[in-house]
């Protein structure tokens, strides 16, 4: 199970709107988001704001994918927010995804822009396998937006786990 030291009381994970398929020769990491993926992000982040969900930090993978989706996050919550990109997002492991959220002390909510399956798996380990296949027993879909807040000890719950899922958002 994943332990996050000093949590932020509300996480957003959100993944990358959808992109389309690299051109001959194009990078991975170079992608940019279909026409598809770019109203799936306006979509997305306009729930997101119309349900007052406003992070005190965004994070985002420095892929084009990524960055395009944390730009219409920042349109849409706040013009004054200005996403952090960070390199290790894109293909990270699951205790790299951990760590960038151990690592913000003094955020009271920590929005994650990255990739599948990380984003899954993160989410599976913080508040368990069921309320992850009762939300989206699809899978994590592109655009997706799960919000997790902290509810402390972990006492007497039947997951173990010291985070709930509060909503999930998607396009």
Known sequence: MTVIVSPPSRIYLLRHAKSGWAEPGQPDFDRTLDAQGYAEAEVVADQAADRGYRPDLVISSTAM???????????????TIEPVFVDELYNGSL???????????????VMLIGHNPTLQELLRDLVGGEAVAAAIPGGFPTGGLAVLDYRGAAEGSASGSAWVLSDFLKA
Do not use: G, V
């Open 65 to 79: 994918r990524c960055r395009q989706t944390a730009e219409a996050i920042r349109r849409a919550i706040s013009e």
């Open 95 to 109: 205790s790299t995804y951990s760590e960038i959220l151990s690592s913000q002390p003094d955020s009271q909510s």
